[in-house]
Structure formats: structure tokens, C-alpha cells
């Protein structure tokens, strides 16, 4: 291969990777395993009209203003979750998303001894169907908060009923209501940025890979990388409770630029109103998937991610690795 065609491939390469998004055929609801799309399904895309679902959790006019502001690949229509009907738009590209809990049962087929909870899931991304395809073609995950992994647990037949007293216990000192870290519009603003751009180049997208860009990462030597607070927390997977609040310095010790840790809220403002490139750290957690990146708040490019089945929250090691890479 000549050389200047081998640049042009690792170029092409250096643009097929996201934090939060999958694009390429779903293997399965609880996991994050992808195949690869072949063009005729880019084409489809491209080629039919989208229907964007509105979820009832989100502002309608604040969404469809942020998906007209980032979707061009095609025409869009918005519809209401209450009136969507599959049946109706079948022959659309549908953007929707899904959302299901549940749990892995250990069947014993012995009425005596009743059915044992080996693991429960949780689902919630926005997922994109095609006519042609059964599965969804690509999906933007979110993180369920703690309270949220709690509630699902406790419910569930893993736990004895005195671990699940000491777990009530426990909760009472986590005062977060059940949702997700990272369904917040500025969020949404960015992973719908990054699906649309790489719809446009027909380039597919696995987040279970390690992806570095070497030549944007160097900005972090001059840029504060933000963090929202909520990433302090430590999450007890044995409880499935919130172990503690960690001070930043404990994960930061060994990153040796500026960064500052900043509410939810504020981060989210600020990837609304961006007019400028700004980078932020994100966590990921896809039911046992670890997924740590960093962000361009501004145009949603990532330029580190990493993702790991070792840990459920964010450490030293992986500030450490990203680094590194700085």
C-alpha cells in the first residue's frame, strides 16, 4: 500500500469512534456488541425520512430545537411517545427511545426451591431502526444513577431478606431520585451531533473499543478538562448502594493539567451555549460496560475513550491512562 493512501486510512479511522454511541447492527438489547453496516443500509438512511419519537421525560420544543440545529443527513419528523404507532411510520427510519428493566433468573424447575436473580439490566438509549433491518442500527446509551441501580436490585431475587434490609438502610443516605447521570439535553446535543456526522461519511462506530485521537488529545495540555460532580460518587456493586463521595484529588493526583469539577447543570449550559471548543470527562456505565471518554462540548467529537468490565466507577488508573496519552 503506498504511503499517502495508508495516511488517508488511518485518517478514516481516526473518525470511527464514539463515548456513548454505537452505530452498526445490535447484537443484543443488553450488551454493546455491534456488526458493521454495509453501505446499502447508510444509503437507506440517508434516503428515507426520520421520525424522531419524543420522549415524555423531555422538553418537546428544547428537543426538537436541538435536533433541527444538528440533523441533516435527511428530513425529520417529531411525534409525540403517547401518539407514535410503529405500524405507521414502519417504512421510515425511526429514532425512539427504549426503555426496559430486567433480570436474569437461574430456573431450578423445583417448586421447592423458588428461582434465584443472577443478574439484573437495565436498557435506556435512543435506538435507530430501519425499514430493512429487525435490530437497531445504531444506539446512544445513558448512565443509570445509583439510586437507580438500587431500586432495580432491591426489587429483584439476588438479594436475601436481610441483605435487603441493611440495603434499605443504606439508601437513606443517598438522596438522588431514580433516573440517569447523563440524560440531559446538552448531552443529548452532543451524541446526536456525533451519530448524524458519521451517518454523513458512512463510517460505523463500536464503543467497546479503545480510540484515541492523538492530535486533539494534545489540546488538553492547554484546556481545563471539565467533570461533572456526580462522577465523585462510588458506587457499591456487592450493596448496589453508594459506597461514598470521593474528593477529586483522589482520582486527579495524577493528571498533570487543569481540570475543575462543575454541577450537571452547568455542564449542560455550557455545551448548549458553546461557542467555542471546551472538552469534558464522561462516564458511561452500560449495565457491567465501564466506559470513560473525553468530549469536545462544542462539536461532540471525542478524543479519548476507554472501555473496561473491571470497575462500575470511574478511578485513579483512568485519569492516569488518559495522561499519558496527554
Known amino acids: 500500500m503506498k504511503k499517502h493512501n495508508l495516511a488517508f486510512l488511518l485518517i478514516l479511522l481516526a473518525l470511527s469512534s464514539y463515548g456513548q454511541v454505537n452505530i452498526g447492527i445490535s ?7 455491534v456488526s458493521e453496516l454495509k453501505q446499502d443500509v447508510f444509503d437507506e438512511i440517508k434516503n428515507s425520512k426520520t421520525i424522531f419519537v419524543i420522549p415524555n421525560e423531555l422538553d418537546e420544543n428544547s428537543f426538537k430545537q436541538i435536533i433541527n440545529n444538528v440533523w441533516t443527513i435527511n428530513d425529520i419528523e417529531f411525534i409525540s411517545e403517547d401518539n407514535f404507532d410503529y405500524n ?22 423445583d417448586s421447592a426451591v423458588p428461582d434465584k436473580t443472577v443478574k439484573e439490566y437495565i436498557i435506556f438509549n435512543f435506538s435507530l431502526f430501519t425499514p430493512s433491518q429487525s435490530n437497531a442500527v445504531a444506539q446512544i446509551f445513558f448512565t443509570p444513577n445509583i439510586k437507580k441501580r438500587e431500586v ?3 426489587s429483584s431475587n439476588r438479594k436475601s431478606i436481610l441483605e435487603k434490609a441493611i440495603i434499605k438502610k443504606k439508601q437513606k443516605k443517598n438522596k438522588e431520585i431514580a433516573g440517569f447521570y447523563n440524560f440531559e439535553l446538552g448531552y443529548i446535543k452532543n451524541y446526536f451531533q456525533f451519530l448524524n456526522s458519521h451517518l454523513d461519511k458512512n463510517i460505523n462506530a463500536k464503543l467497546r473499543d479503545l480510540y484515541i485521537d492523538k492530535h486533539e488529545i494534545k489540546n488538553l495540555k492547554k484546556s481545563t478538562l471539565f467533570a461533572p460532580h456526580w462522577m465523585m460518587k462510588r458506587y457499591d456493586p456487592f450493596s448496589s448502594t453508594i459506597k461514598k463521595i470521593e474528593k477529586p484529588e483522589k482520582y486527579f493526583s495524577k493528571y498533570n493539567h487543569n481540570y475543575a469539577l462543575i454541577s450537571n447543570e452547568d455542564l449542560n449550559n455550557k455545551i448548549l451555549n458553546s461557542k467555542e471548543n471546551f472538552y469534558y470527562l464522561m462516564h458511561t456505565q452500560v449495565n457491567e460496560n465501564k466506559i ?9 467529537n471525542i478524543i479519548f475513550r476507554k472501555t473496561s468490565k473491571t470497575s462500575y466507577n470511574i478511578n485513579s488508573k483512568d485519569i492516569s491512562d488518559l495522561n499519558k496519552e496527554i
Do not use: P
Not at 447484537?27 to 456488541?33: C, L, Q, R, T
Not at 470513560?292 to 461532540?300: A, E, Q, R, Y
Open 27 to 33: 447484537k443484543s438489547w443488553a450488551n454493546i456488541y
Open 88 to 109: 405507521k411510520f414502519s417504512k421510515n427510519v425511526i429514532i425512539k427511545l427504549i426503555n426496559k428493566e430486567g433480570r436474569k433468573d437461574k430456573v431450578t424447575f
Open 152 to 154: 432495580i436490585t432491591n
Open 292 to 300: 470513560i471518554s473525553v468530549i469536545n462540548g462544542k462539536t461532540g
